[in-house]
């Protein structure tokens, strides 16, 4: 008899056949993958592309404004973007299976080309930063559900990835309304 209290007993045919299951089991579709590794690479790089630029307005925000718009306008939503971020990446990375959409310059150059499409902050009135990023804001939902729906469409969007961009529309939905808040303040309404 055996002096160890708790003895686990070995099966290796048992452990190696979910060895082969984990290395081998692609359940999605390669055009299915594609469309997937596709939309979600479009929505990192537009994440990031809000990170930056609200990033950017948090740092040159001006005028009468300055300490609600620095840290309670800009601030908090390039820091809650920032938060964002990581788990974005890793879904993107556990849904597709394709490391290489986590790719730092693949992100990047589709943040630039999303940037291009928006006035930086240096060069625009406060209100038209808080209009900027309004707008911003607002093509990333459209965006959101966009992705929602052709995913849905095509089988896939499993439960946890419609639940994850669920959540992204709700957070994003919030800063809309404070951005709302910000351009109706200023415009006296």
């Known amino acids: 008899m055996s002096k160890k ?16 299951k984990a290395l081998g089991d692609h359940t999605i579709e390669e055009v299915d993958s594609n469309l997937l590794s596709t939309r979600l690479s479009q929505y990192l790089g537009m994440l990031r592309a809000m990170h930056l630029w609200f990033h950017g307005a948090h740092n040159v925000t001006r005028g009468a404004g300055f300490g609600g718009d620095h840290v309670d306008l800009f601030g908090r939503i390039y820091l809650k973007i920032q938060d964002e971020i990581d788990g974005a990446i890793e879904k993107a990375v556990g849904v597709t299976g394709d490391e290489g959409i986590a790719c730092p310059v693949h992100i990047t150059n589709l943040a630039v080309q999303a940037m291009g499409n928006y006035p930086s902050p240096p060069a625009i009135s406060s ?3 808080a209009s900027v ?3 911003m804001e607002k093509n990333f939902l459209e965006m959101v559900a966009t992705i929602f729906s052709e995913l849905d469409a095509s089988g896939s969007l499993s439960l946890g990835l419609n639940d994850f961009l669920a959540q992204s529309a709700n ?3 919030e800063n809309v309304y404070l951005l709302q808040q910000r351009v109706k303040t200023e415009l006296g309404d």
């Open 5 to 20: 209290i708790n003895e686990c007993p070995a099966d290796d045919a048992l452990e190696a056949s979910f060895v082969e």
């Open 127 to 129: 209100l038209a930063m």
């Open 171 to 173: 957070s994003h939905e």
């Open 133 to 135: 990023g309004l707008e």
